[in-house]
Every structure is written in structure tokens, then in C-alpha cells.
């Protein structure tokens, strides 16, 4: 009788195998169930943010889930990367991050994150090249021309960037090294009093973020020399880049999206997949493109890749330049 009945209850235990099974499966397909926070680190109106809202509003879209923003500036993003990296790894907190990422565990005396080891990338939503400009005083008219112009006047010509340690000042320190020349570092409290000084002409070159530049450059008031990435840019097929010039020069400031170390395998793939069928849509890459960013998608582990990489290159570069914030 007792035996009867435990092999009853046996069976009866085998039978919901097969249901849970399916019934775990289909709770993993459900992500998300909930809104998803993507943590931005920097203010309202700038290229992250802006950039951000635009992955925000696909992934809604796609997921089927509101993915709300959530600023949280300070820092050079510092402050956000060290909330994200303390959040929990549940596929419901994501940081939309970019360059800085790395360049910050080398620039800051004391960080509490490591940018490789406590994220799981996600997807390198767009490439943003920066462009060197000049001020039409100088007269160079490209890159070789203002190569050979800095070599036969060392230390006489300047260039202005938005801080030390800042994008515009290591991709600046990035090219003198490659290129030979010795410029001259005039650092500012951000890009825009930089522009007004370098529009006045006591700047007389930069590499900066195309965003205020372009204007500038389209009105003749600065002259556009070249782009950062590799090749030319589909946001400014005009322009050259410059490893036409200085072979192997690459500065590509990048934006995409992180979760935090040990997140689900399936909340990851379902983000990449989401994201990347939507850089696949003409009407998203003309957008972009508007914003000078390039398109690009991928795998996680080909932006794996891209953040060990540049972490490497601007630990150096950091190292070279000196530069440090308490």
C-alpha cells in the first residue's frame, strides 16, 4: 500500500518534469517583464544623452518594455559607471556609456569599478569620429601640409581642448606622437569657450567632437582638415581621415550599452538583437548619421574586444600625456 503510493508520487513527480521545463523556458523568453532603466552618464542635451534617448526609444519599441533614462552626470560619467557597475546583474539595468569608460580608470587617481571586468557589453551602438579643425589663419590646408608646417616650427603652433584628460586633448597628444610634431597644449573648462577662442584665432587647431565644430566649419569660420576614424565618415564624406596621412592613427569615440558583470545571457542577446535590427533601418542610420554618428551593431563580443583594446591604448596615451584627476 505504501509502496504503491510512493510510486504514485514518483510518477507524478516525473510527469511535471516536462511542465517546469517549459514553464522556465517560457519565463526566460518573457524578458522583459518590466521596465528597464538605462543609466546615462551625463546631463540633458548633450551627444550621450541625446544618442542615449535615440537606443532608449528602439529598444522600447522592440522589447515591448518602457526603457526609461536616467541621467545621472558628474564626473565624466564616473558617478554612473559606479552605480551600474553596483546594480544588480538581473538584465534590468543597463549603462549607455562611451570612450570615457576606459580612459577614467587611467585619468582618476581612485575608481570604484574596473571598466572590463565588472560590465558585460552589450552592443557599440554608433562610432562618433572626432575632426580636427583649424583656424584659417594657419596655413595648412591638410593633414600632410600641417605636418610639415609643425615640423619646421616646433613648439610654436598651439591647440586647444576642452580639459586635461579630456577626448580632445588625448587624441590630440595621440597624433603628435605619431605624427612627429611638438604642439603646444592650451586646455579650457570645455569645448565651447575653446571654439569661441579658437573663432577669435588664439586657438589655432583642435581635435574635438564634430558636433560644435561642424557648424563652425560649414559657415568657413574654421576650416575642417579631417576626421578620426579609420576610414572616411558617412556623417562627413568630405573630409578625409587622418591615417591617410598618419598611417595607423584611430580615434573613435564610441557609445553603446553595458549591463553589469554576470547579467543574463538571454537579456543580453535579446538587447543586441533588438539594437541591431534597428541599425539595419535606413531612416535610423540617416538620423545618426545627422548627429555625425556612424552606425554600427555587432556582437557583444566584438565590443568586448573594442573596449580591451582601447582600454590598453589610452591607458598609454593617459601615461605619455601626463595628465591626472584627484
Do not use: C
Amino acid at each position: 500500500m505504501h509502496r504503491s503510493a510512493f510510486g504514485a508520487a514518483i510518477a507524478g513527480a516525473l510527469w511535471l518534469i516536462p511542465v517546469l521545463t517549459l514553464l522556465v523556458a517560457s519565463g526566460a523568453q518573457a524578458y522583459p517583464d518590466r521596465p528597464v532603466r538605462l543609466i546615462v552618464g551625463f546631463p540633458p542635451g548633450g551627444a550621450a544623452d541625446i544618442l542615449g534617448r535615440i537606443a532608449a526609444q528602439k529598444l522600447t519599441g522592440g522589447l515591448g518594455q518602457q526603457v526609461v533614462v536616467d541621467n545621472r552626470g558628474g564626473a565624466g560619467g564616473l558617478i554612473a559607471t559606479e552605480i551600474a557597475a553596483k546594480a544588480n546583474a538581473d538584465g534590468y539595468t543597463l549603462l549607455f556609456t562611451s570612450i570615457p569608460h576606459v580612459i577614467n580608470a587611467h585619468l582618476y587617481r581612485k575608481v570604484g569599478y574596473d571598466p572590463v571586468t565588472d560590465f558585460t557589453p552589450v552592443i557599440q551602438f554608433v562610432a562618433v569620429p572626432l575632426m580636427m579643425a583649424s583656424h584659417p589663419s594657419l596655413p595648412a590646408g591638410s593633414v600632410r601640409e600641417l605636418v610639415a608646417y609643425a615640423r619646421s616650427r616646433p613648439g610654436q603652433i598651439n591647440y586647444g581642448s576642452g580639459g586635461s584628460g579630456a577626448s580632445s586633448h588625448l587624441a590630440m597628444e595621440l597624433f603628435k606622437a605619431m605624427a612627429g610634431v611638438d604642439l603646444v597644449h592650451i586646455p579650457y573648462k570645455g569645448v565651447g569657450p575653446m571654439i569661441t577662442d579658437m573663432l577669435a584665432g588664439q586657438v589655432k587647431l583642435t581635435i574635438s567632437s564634430a558636433v560644435p565644430l561642424s557648424p563652425q566649419v560649414k559657415a568657413g569660420r574654421l576650416r575642417g582638415l579631417a576626421v578620426t576614424s579609420p576610414k572616411r565618415s558617412a556623417a562627413f564624406p568630405d573630409l578625409p581621415a587622418i591615417a591617410e596621412s598618419v598611417p595607423g592613427y584611430e580615434v573613435i569615440n564610441w557609445f553603446g550599452i553595458l549591463a553589469p558583470a554576470g547579467a543574463p545571457k538571454a537579456a543580453v542577446a535579446r538587447i543586441n538583437a533588438e539594437l541591431n535590427k534597428a541599425l539595419r533601418q535606413p531612416e535610423l542610420v540617416r538620423t545618426l548619421n545627422s548627429r555625425g554618428a556612424d552606425a554600427v551593431g555587432g556582437t557583444p563580443e566584438e565590443f568586448a574586444r573594442i573596449i580591451r583594446a582601447d582600454f590598453a591604448k589610452w591607458g598609454k596615451v593617459v601615461k605619455d600625456s601626463g595628465a591626472k584627476v584627484d
